[in-house]
């Protein structure tokens, strides 16, 4: 069977699908019951980062001043991307790639991709 044929969709799952979706769960599973624990046990945001963060117009006036709009830009960017590995919003970021990376083991089981590398070959000299 080439990569071109469609596959039954009644065909039994392969042994390699079976682990992929089982994976799939495991990481699921686990992402979340992680996350929801992170959520549970993160503390309360500091109030000093709102006073000396980005989001003091003083700071931020000084900084365009310096650097220019760019340089708030990319202040506002930086801010935001540590945000994300620090309290709560650690949670959501562990919760969203563990649903992207269980969905890419579903999907990459679903789609047969790996099935091309166990098919037996058809090159027979007669």
């Given at each position: ?6 596959h ?28 929801a ?37 990319m ?22 790639l ?29």
């Amino acid at each position: 069977m080439s990569s071109r044929e469609p596959h039954d969709a009644s065909a039994p799952h392969s042994p390699l699908q079976v682990r992929l979706y089982l994976a799939s769960v495991v990481i699921l599973v686990a992402g979340l019951i992680g996350a929801a624990i992170i959520y549970a046990t993160a503390p309360a945001p500091d109030s000093a980062e709102l006073m000396y963060g980005t989001a003091n117009p003083q700071y931020q006036l000084e900084l365009q001043r310096i650097g220019g709009t760019a340089e708030v830009v990319m202040a506002e960017f930086h801010q935001w991307f540590d945000s994300l590995w620090h309290g709560k919003p650690l949670a959501y970021t562990v919760a969203v790639l563990c649903t992207a990376a269980a969905g890419a083991c579903f999907m990459a089981g679903h789609s047969r991709i790996f099935d091309t590398l166990h098919e037996p070959a058809d090159d027979q000299d007669n």
